[in-house]
């Protein structure tokens, strides 16, 4: 009994390109496995402090490049949820381009979604998933997705959306975010309606749970995003 190995959380690392459908996927799985103790952490609450910056420097920093995040403390949190400590997740304001003074306490959880469009990109992170999972989804699906998210959700106008693909979300996804598929266990086409790619995922993270002792069904109200 003394050398059995004590249960972790399973860690699964969803990415793609922005518009690509990873939170679909993100959140198909998460619906499938309700019952289970698990959350979502998405890579977009990390993005760099910028209080010092002003807000023309702010705009003008390219959010698609991997120094965007901070990194080392998200890979922090990461390590902390796997030991099954509770972590203090920033929150980001995408209408002020920095981080918000607001925190979310998160407590860990048996099953954590780690999504994000640069988090295969850095080996620490890798190297703490079980599951490593690349959305593939066309350029001009992926582009009409961002303009009703950035519109509607986060306050930009369409020029500025426009603009900012052209400039950098499309050369940076070329550059950074489509080489890290070599590093992903899962390919999945076609994003959210690729029902056949999130059951036979879901059934491999519940394979995952009953071999690291995570096998008993919780209530629903340990599920969080």
Request: proline share 4%; hydrophobic share 35%; aromatic share 6%.
């Amino acid at each position: 009994m003394g050398n059995e190995e004590p249960k972790r959380p399973v860690v699964i690392g969803v990415t793609g390109g922005s518009g690509s459908g990873k939170t679909t996927v993100s959140r198909a799985v998460f619906n499938q496995l309700a019952g289970h103790s698990l959350m979502i952490l998405q890579q977009d609450s990390y993005y760099n402090n910028q209080d010092e910056m002003t807000m023309e420097e702010r705009r003008a920093v390219n959010y698609d490049h991997p120094l965007a995040f901070d990194t080392d403390l998200l890979a922090e949190h990461l390590e902390k949820l796997r030991r099954y400590e509770a972590i203090e997740k920033p929150v980001y304001d995408y209408e002020q381009f920095t981080r918000s003074s607001e925190t979310i306490h998160q407590e860990p959880r048996d099953v954590i979604i780690l999504e994000g469009i640069l988090i295969l990109d850095d080996k620490r992170l890798r190297d703490l998933m079980d599951i490593k999972v690349f959305v593939d989804t066309d350029d001009d699906i992926r582009i009409i997705r961002r303009i009703e998210r950035d519109v509607k959700e986060r306050g930009r106008t369409l020029d500025s959306v426009i603009q900012q693909y052209l400039a950098t979300v499309k050369p940076m996804y070329h550059q950074f975010v489509e080489p890290t598929k070599r590093y992903a266990d899962i390919i999945v086409p076609e994003g959210g309606a690729n029902q056949v790619a999130i059951d036979l995922l879901t059934t491999k993270i519940r394979s995952i749970l009953i071999a690291n002792g995570n096998d008993q069904i919780f209530n629903n109200q340990d599920t969080t995003i």
